[in-house]
């Protein structure tokens, strides 16, 4: 009987790996990531430092190609110029969990039909608030 070195759990040595130190793999992997996590934060920082700018680049080109992706989604006129009603109707707060936002509000259509852009089918919601929303719909 051997204690991991990990866990503290007692287990028995396999026959074939007498160097054995963990009770199990998940042992294992987290006291590799304990051991090296200095030297792996290193390396993230040292590649994002070296690579900022191509990924900067990257993002400008795709906006770039993409720009009518963008330019719509930015559209005030995508629920029919009822969006700035909508969020002033709602004194630009959600109307789930009334937390005040700027930029991080969303317009949703309560009966999921798009096209149906009326100020009674139209509420204000946050990201997450929005994002719960359509996962809890998705199911």
Not at 47 to 57: A, E, F, S, T
Not at 87 to 108: A, I, S
Request: proline share 1%; glycine share 4%.
């Amino acid at each position: 009987m051997k204690k991991c070195i990990m866990c503290g759990k007692e287990f028995i040595v396999s026959k074939y790996n007498k160097d054995q130190k963990y009770c199990c793999k998940q042992c294992g992997r987290k006291h590799y990531h304990i051991v090296n996590r200095e030297k792996s934060n290193k390396q993230s920082n040292d590649w994002y430092k070296n690579n900022r700018q191509d990924k900067l680049v990257k993002m400008a080109r795709y906006r770039s190609e993409n720009k009518d992706l963008f330019d719509w989604y930015k559209n005030k006129e995508r629920f029919d110029g009822q969006r700035l009603k909508v969020l002033e109707r709602d004194n630009y707060m959600c109307q789930t969990c009334g937390v005040p936002g700027g930029k991080e509000l969303n317009v949703h259509h309560k009966d999921k039909n798009r096209k149906n852009n009326q100020l009674s089918n139209l509420i204000t919601l946050c990201h997450s608030c929005h994002s719960r929303l359509h996962r809890m719909l998705e199911k």
